[in-house]
């Protein structure tokens, strides 16, 4: 698993998109009269969602969350209310996102040799050229929101610890869809009661991810595709030049910049540790990592105060902390820097936080 930078805020965030794989949860049934198709079985569609390759299409992706999140500046999708995004792709890796955040926009093109992620609120751009084993760089923030691909997260993660039904069809962005169901068997210890997928029948390809948690008749959240049009699209979209007068950098660049700053560190790179460690298998994975000493001591205020809101004070025989709890995910957080986080019950990371290096 790469580095990535964390605060202690989007921990959670880290857990459903990368580790839980869970990305951004659930959705109700689809409006309209659910359509008739033929049988499927289980295995077939669970086959389709692993090694569907999409080809050209563009459309608008709807996320509606209760997750129970705080606003985020970086990832504003997983903030609790209404969020949309628009995708496209040329099918052969090419790819574009457009992410709004209030009055601005993120705007991310991979052209197949470089990919670009524009600002419009700083007009900054970082150009990440891709290396030969790393043909996505720069993606992950675009795929985030693709149903597709957390579809492929949680299936892959979980199939194995899963029962998985086929539960009738749906129809979604007005396209026939099956919808396939894993729920964690009981030996599983996890806050996720179930998680559906809406498979296109004709494309093969999910249209939508859905988890319901243990004891709540509401869904977590959304994400689905709210309208999608199929085909080829305009190869101008996978282009990108940098706006006039936009800061162009790199991603080593804007490293060495939080760097260079210390101790003057933003949150997010105070936060930069080492490489999580994975405990547990499945629906119970917890991911652990350990702040650097210096770095606690360098969390703004601003920051610390966001912390303090959204977390309570725990302490066991593991030492004291704060530990800060979503619909979908929990994360603890002790005051010597350990930190553990997964789409499980608190006591599971109780049980975890002694074995973090």
């Known amino acids: 698993m790469n580095k990535r930078k964390v605060t202690l805020a989007a921990a959670a965030a880290g857990v459903i998109t990368g580790v839980a794989g869970l990305s951004l949860a659930a959705m109700p049934a689809g409006a309209g009269q659910p359509p008739s198709l033929p049988d499927v079985s289980a295995e077939s569609l669970v086959e389709q969602v692993l090694t569907s390759k999409p080809g050209a299409f563009g459309g608008t992706v709807e996320v509606d969350n209760k997750l129970g999140l705080p606003s985020l500046a970086e990832i504003p999708q997983l903030a609790d209310g209404k969020h949309s995004a628009r995708i496209w ?134 994400v689905g595709f709210r309208e999608i049009n199929v085909g080829a699209q305009d190869p101008k979209l996978f282009e990108f030049t940098p706006p006039a007068q936009a800061k162009v950098t790199t991603p080593e660049a804007k490293e060495q910049k939080g760097r260079d700053r210390e101790p003057e560190l933003g949150l997010e790179q105070a936060l930069q540790g080492k490489d999580p460690q994975i405990f547990g298998t499945g629906w119970d994975t917890v991911v652990g990592a350990r702040i650097p000493a210096e770095a606690m001591t360098q969390v703004p205020a601003e920051a610390q105060g966001l912390v303090d809101k959204f977390t309570k004070k725990v302490s066991g025989a593991w030492g004291s902390g704060q530990i800060f709890t979503t619909k979908v995910a929990t994360i603890l957080i002790t005051d010597d820097g350990r930190v553990v986080a997964g789409a499980v019950p608190e006591q599971v990371l109780f049980d975890t936080i002694g074995q973090v290096n």
């Open 89 to 222: 792709t040329d099918g052969n890796g090419k790819f574009r996102a457009a992410l709004p955040n209030g009055q601005s926009e993120q705007t991310i093109v991979n052209d197949g040799k470089t990919t670009w992620s524009w600002n419009s609120a700083d007009n900054e751009v970082t150009k990440a050229e891709h290396k030969a084993d790393e043909p996505k760089a720069g993606n992950e923030k675009a795929e985030s929101v693709d149903p597709a691909t957390a579809a492929k997260q949680v299936v892959g993660m979980t199939k194995e610890f899963s029962d998985i039904t086929v539960d009738g069809t749906a129809r979604v962005a007005n396209r026939a869809a099956y919808e396939l169901v894993l729920t964690p068997k009981a030996s599983e210890k996890t806050l996720i009661r179930e998680v559906r997928i809406a498979v296109d029948a004709e494309l093969k390809m999910p249209l939508r991810v859905a988890v319901l948690t243990n004891g709540a008749s509401e869904p977590a959240g959304t």
